[in-house]
């Protein structure tokens, strides 16, 4: 194996000791005299190897050390604010750098300020150093100042590391249990540079100093099992790492160190296939634990009351509850307040064996630095610069539209997403613009509802809707005042965008008008289909509710489709053929924007349209066919309102009562459905151009139209009649013309060149 060379950062304190920083990783040495240092070094690096803790040298070769004057301006703070100092002050850096020409890049370390960051010209490193430095000090009191001030000039050591000389303890740890739990779960911390892979932006728990203070102890100290309560994106997976890493390096006096072992309940029995062979697999991983002084840690935690066997008495959550209560096995893990409940209901006693720490969403102070030591990150580690207006118009846009997660999470999962844009794209800056394009791509939202000083044409969306939906105007106005009321900001958040009713019969308009509607709000940039239809009449028993919800089991598609997607439609079709207790689940969901399961697993509604479609009310009297001039289909109100419920009624935003097609209305349908024939890709590719006659419109209307389905069959009609032909005219034909012209001529179609 090579041999590794890490840089040590060494300098003299008063007392006359000698401290020793080994770059690259957090170790710190400290000896009486220079000469002992590179010794006390290579010893602390092999404990840690022998602890099991991932080390990798920085890459940097020859490094060498240089110094700078950074001037810097310090403020005084207060609940009031921050008050600059009127002139800057002066500090002595330290910066540690070497470049590798063969890869093209170099590291830089900041030893005093505990940055690092890799640069690609030696030309810049002066600036970089200056800019990253600046990062730090600026702004910070002058109490806070002194720990960044130099007590002597440091010099610069190189230990040299054998890592295959080096084996980690079989004392410590039995090698056949380590093996064991690898094979069900994933040991944590994982390395800096697994990290780095897995994320661009660290995994920190920024401005939760105490909270991470307080689990360390319990970690370290404790020893009971230990759950995070809170919602979804306060940073309950984040706020335990910090100190699962640190007590994976500490341990009490004569005691192996903490191994902890990241796993879900459903990985741990995966491979469990027999009556019995999954509480086996349970007893070897409590035995394993046990050997290696491991913490389970479970993501997916209330997953432990839905696996196993057949109920919550027959679960993995049951079967583990005598080891937890004698304390063979310790877990630590996460759940939502709703999925605590559910487990309180499901499973009495068990959650008892947990000690609960409640973890709060973060004001909005806190959650914007914590969205600023990112940017500064990104900066740092990318040369990423985020311009002031972008950080802002990421918290504005994510606190008005990102309602299913909380912050600082849905804040930093959305500036991930513009840091990775950039890193991808080669940018080096971050603009507003460039975030509000992001934000289009991330929600499907149209740029027009994110800048307030875009104003939305009444005519503008009257046309779209016009081109989209025919002969239906009496409802074009009620789905342009569900976009304005959006648009201004005044919907409900707590509620769905809008919830519809689309009432009439088949084949004259709702679907049209649903996908017209998803068009608009939700495909800007999007390569899905933000549309997502249920036929209810496949929920027509009680039993069918865990396909609607989800069971024990995976979600529904539903539910997957909605946690994937949260701003799309969701299409309810024939919503009356539902059962009741379907209706009883909705009620949830219309009125709270929430679709809560059995186990407490919580799915937000709140950034889609709901719209369900009917026949009920349908006038099935009147005239019949095409030509006839008295016109069924009339919806009647009250056939509505007579069978759904007044509590279920009210939580509809609107009921839109589509009218029977009139002869002009399916004339256009019949048109505009034919004029999509040149939009083919073999018609396109040949540069074709098709015209049609209104004898030939006539024609297709006339066999399309179908008083029991509308004017759904037109376009069965079109190709049967015409494209069947089409094709058959031009495949006899050695070279394409330019022009074809469609006509109708006593009920049969003709074909000519123009």
């Not at 030893?111 to 490193?125: A, G, I, T, W």
């Not at 319990?218 to 706020?239: A, F, P, T």
């Not at 004029?675 to 018609?683: C, D, F, K, S, V």
Request: hydrophobic letters at 40%; aromatic letters at 8%; proline letters at 5%.
């Amino acid at each position: 194996m090579a041999i590794e060379e890490f840089p040590v950062a060494c300098w003299t304190l008063e007392s006359g000791d000698v401290i020793g920083v080994i770059l690259g990783t957090e170790l710190v040495v400290m000896e009486s005299h220079p000469s002992k240092i590179r010794n006390a070094a290579s010893e602390c690096l092999a404990k840690a190897i022998k602890q099991g803790e991932c080390l990798y040298s920085p890459e940097i070769s020859s490094p060498q050390i240089s110094f700078h004057t950074i001037n810097a301006l310090l403020s005084y703070r207060s609940d009031q604010g921050v008050y600059p100092l009127s002139a800057p002050s002066a500090f002595r850096i330290a910066a540690v750098h070497s470049r590798d020409p063969n890869r093209g890049f170099g590291e830089c370390f900041l030893p005093f300020l505990q940055r690092s960051f890799y640069y690609y010209d030696e030309v810049q490193l002066k600036t970089l150093i200056e800019h990253f430095s600046l990062q730090v000090l600026n702004n910070v009191t002058p109490e806070e100042a002194y720990r960044y001030v130099m007590p002597s000039e440091p010099w610069l050591e190189v230990v040299s590391f054998d890592r295959g000389k080096v084996r980690p303890s079989l004392q410590q740890h039995n090698s056949a249990a380590m093996e064991y739990m690898l094979t069900v779960s994933d040991q944590a911390p994982l390395p800096k540079r697994v990290k780095r892979q897995v994320s661009r932006l660290p995994e920190v728990a920024w401005e939760r100093g105490e909270m991470i203070q307080r689990l360390a102890e319990e970690l370290l100290e404790g020893r009971s099992s230990c759950l995070l309560i809170g919602e979804q994106g306060v940073g309950k997976s984040v706020l335990w790492q910090e100190p699962v890493r640190v007590a994976a390096r500490l341990s009490k006096s004569g005691e192996a160190p903490l191994t902890f072992w990241r796993s879900t309940p459903q990985r741990i029995i995966a491979k469990a296939k027999y009556l019995g062979e999954w509480q086996e697999v349970c007893d070897e991983v409590v035995e394993s634990l046990a050997q290696v002084n491991g913490v389970l840690w479970l993501n997916d935690f209330i997953s432990l009351l839905s696996i196993g066997g057949e109920g919550q008495e027959d679960s993995m959550a049951a079967y583990l509850r005598s080891y937890l209560a004698k304390g063979q096995i310790r877990i630590i893990g996460e759940l939502r307040p709703q999925e605590l409940e559910a487990a309180r209901n499901k499973l009495p006693g068990f959650l008892h064996l947990f000690e609960q720490i409640n973890v709060t969403e973060l004001s909005g102070r806190s959650a914007q630095r914590v969205v600023q030591a990112y940017a500064n990150y990104a900066a740092s580690n990318f040369a990423i610069d985020t311009r002031d207006d972008a950080l802002e118009t990421v918290s504005q846009l994510v606190r008005r539209y990102i309602k299913y997660e909380r912050a600082p999470g849905n804040l930093v999962r959305f500036y991930h997403h513009c840091v990775k844009n950039a890193f991808e794209q080669k940018q080096a800056t971050i603009t507003r613009d460039q975030v509000i394009a992001d934000f289009v791509a991330y929600t499907g939202l149209p740029e027009l509802f994110l800048r307030d000083e875009q104003a939305l044409s009444q005519q503008a969306l009257l046309d779209y809707f016009k081109t989209r939906i025919i002969g239906q105007d009496s409802i074009l106005e009620q789905l342009c005042r569900v976009i304005q009321i959006f648009k201004a900001g005044l919907n409900d958040p707590q509620k769905p965008i809008a919830t519809l009713l689309f009432a009439g019969p088949t084949g004259v308009g709702k679907t049209a008008a649903t996908k017209a509607l998803a068009d608009y709000f939700f495909s800007a940039g999007q390569s899905k289909n933000p549309l997502f239809r249920l036929d209810m009449s496949e929920f027509q028993h009680p039993g069918h509710i865990e396909r609607l919800i989800g069971g024990e089991g995976k979600p529904s598609p539903l539910v997957q489709h909605v946690r994937a997607n949260p701003f799309s439609v969701v299409l309810l079709d024939e919503i009356e053929k539902a059962d009741d207790s379907v209706f009883d689940a909705l009620l949830s969901t219309l009125d709270e924007g929430l679709l809560t399961d059995r186990f407490g697993r919580t799915t937000d509604f709140r950034n889609t349209i709901i719209i369900m479609t009917t026949n009920l009310g349908v006038n099935t009297g009147g005239g019949v066919g095409f030509s006839a001039t008295e016109k069924r289909g009339q919806v009647s109100m009250s056939g509505i309102r007579d069978f759904f419920r007044p509590e279920f009624i009210n939580r509809i935003d609107a009921i839109l009562c589509f009218n029977p097609l009139d002869r002009d209305s399916i004339l256009s349908i019949a048109r505009r459905e034919l004029e999509l024939l040149n939009q083919r890709e073999r018609i396109r590719e040949q540069k074709l151009k098709l015209s049609f006659s209104d004898a030939l419109v006539a024609h297709v209307a006339e066999a399309g139209f179908s008083e029991l389905y509308g004017a759904r069959p037109i376009q069965r009609a079109i190709e049967q009649r015409v494209v069947a032909e089409l094709a058959s005219y031009l495949v006899t034909r050695e070279h394409t013309p330019s022009h074809i012209h469609l006509d109708a001529i006593d009920g049969a179609v003709v074909i000519r060149d123009e």
